[in-house]
């Protein structure tokens, strides 16, 4: 399946002085930026055809894939001057970057891709801004066995907010953790029929339209995940997931405990 990314955002709550001049999508995790840890999990499962919607810092999205260097993240020999991969990330994938508008909202981004995404009705996508361990295989299969229009991946919430019942009188009843209620939040990725592009307007949302006039109808379906979910939309959660993967903790590189049962180092 092919897989649009969302990366067109302005990524106004991860503004710094440097992140004005870096895209979100381009925030370092470690050695890459953000968005390629996205497509390396697609890829991982064997979707390696990427779609960017691109908007806000489009050029220095281009230009790092431009200039790729696979030295960077992978093993290699140097010998008489010649650089010889022990492995590669991205030799086999097939990205499109389409310029989707500055100011356009995600379903609009949605819109702007419909004609590169083939035949295949179904097609993966992303925020590009959240890490997971989620068995994706396991997501689509369920998407496809009851041939939804659209299925989201649905997380604990990711907060250490507290809800307050409180009575009439103003007495405070009962004080519960949000996580301790059966509730789920939107996680970020998604398994698409091409049909739900027909519920987004112009200038329209991927959620707050298609989703929302889905819902109740049998053809929204939540994937849950109680594993690990990590979002990077502020430059705190960014920094945090930096700092663990240069901990060695990463539970969202999955394809990496491919590569040590091969006995291939980091």
Not at 240 to 257: C, F, H, M, Q, T
């Amino acid at each position: 399946m092919k897989v649009v990314l969302f990366c067109g955002g302005y990524g106004m709550r991860m503004r710094t002085a440097e992140s004005d001049i870096i895209p979100k999508p381009l925030q370092m995790v470690g050695p890459r930026p953000l968005l390629w840890h996205v497509m390396r999990y697609y890829a991982h499962y064997g979707h390696k055809e990427f779609i960017l919607c691109l908007g806000y810092g489009a050029e220095k999205i281009k230009d790092f894939f431009l200039r790729y260097s696979e030295t960077q993240s992978n093993d290699f020999v140097l010998h008489d001057g010649q650089v010889e991969l022990l492995r590669s990330d991205i030799s086999d994938w097939t990205i499109t970057f389409v310029d989707t508008g500055l100011e356009s909202p995600i379903g609009e981004r949605l819109r702007r891709v419909r004609e590169h995404l083939g035949q295949d009705p179904y097609f993966l996508a992303n925020y590009s801004d959240v890490l997971t361990d989620a068995p994706l295989d396991k997501m689509i299969d369920k998407a496809l066995n009851v041939a939804a229009t659209a299925t989201m991946l649905i997380v604990p919430p990711n907060a250490s907010f507290h809800c307050v019942d409180v009575a009439s009188t103003g007495e405070v009843k009962e004080v519960l953790p949000i996580t301790a209620f059966p509730v789920g939040v939107n996680g970020g990725y998604f398994v698409l029929n091409q049909d739900v592009i027909d519920l987004i307007p112009e200038n329209g949302d991927l959620v707050g339209d298609a989703c929302f006039s889905l819902a109740g109808t049998g053809r929204l379906i939540g994937y849950r995940h109680d594993g690990f979910w990590r979002p990077a939309d502020t430059f705190k959660e960014r920094a945090e997931l930096d700092a663990d993967y240069n901990k060695g903790i990463r539970p969202w590189a999955v394809w990496e405990s491919e590569h040590e049962s091969a006995g291939v180092g980091r």
